[in-house]
């Protein structure tokens, strides 16, 4: 499970930077101040969560189960929150409306957010069992 975590933050990185440099050079042409700044949201947040995976994979104190669930949490979350936000600030050049999807957006959020709470309860959890 460890090296699959640790590919999966590994390829999110590299996707990061990928789409980081795409939007600096290539979409700085096209988008407006403020889409671009939405797309650099969806990448800085989509790399602290590569980071995230890779601090997971790393780590011995979490159990399987955790580490698992944390993953999928953390894996959906990126798809749906940095997804829906980089489809939502590139919506003007495309013939598709992707503002319907926008739901996804908070959707994918609030899998981070519980993502990093089971992190915060295992932590807890272990400091009072010592």
């Known amino acids: 499970m460890d090296?699959?975590?640790?590919?999966?933050?590994?390829i999110l990185g590299i996707i990061a930077i990928?789409?980081?440099?795409?939007?600096?050079?290539?979409?700085k042409k096209v988008l407006t101040i403020e889409q671009l700044a939405t797309?650099?949201?969806?990448?800085?947040?989509?790399?602290?969560?590569?980071?995230?995976?890779?601090?997971?994979?790393?780590?011995?104190?979490?159990?399987?189960?955790?580490?698992?669930a944390i993953y999928l949490l953390i894996v959906f979350g990126v798809l749906l929150f940095s997804g829906s936000i980089?489809?939502?600030?590139?919506?003007?050049l495309s013939a598709f409306d992707f503002k319907i999807i926008g739901f996804l957006t908070p959707i994918g959020g609030l899998?981070?957010?519980?993502?990093?709470?089971i992190l915060l309860l295992r932590i807890l959890n272990k400091k009072s069992q010592n």
């Open 86 to 92: 980089y489809l939502l600030a590139t919506n003007d």
């Open 18 to 27: 990928i789409l980081g440099a795409f939007g600096a050079h290539a979409l």
């Open 111 to 117: 899998l981070l957010i519980v993502a990093w709470g």
């Open 39 to 68: 797309f650099e949201t969806g990448v800085r947040y989509q790399m602290y969560h590569a980071i995230f995976l890779l601090f997971l994979g790393l780590t011995q104190d979490l159990s399987l189960k955790t580490k698992k």
């Open 3 to 10: 090296k699959k975590i640790l590919s999966t933050g590994t």
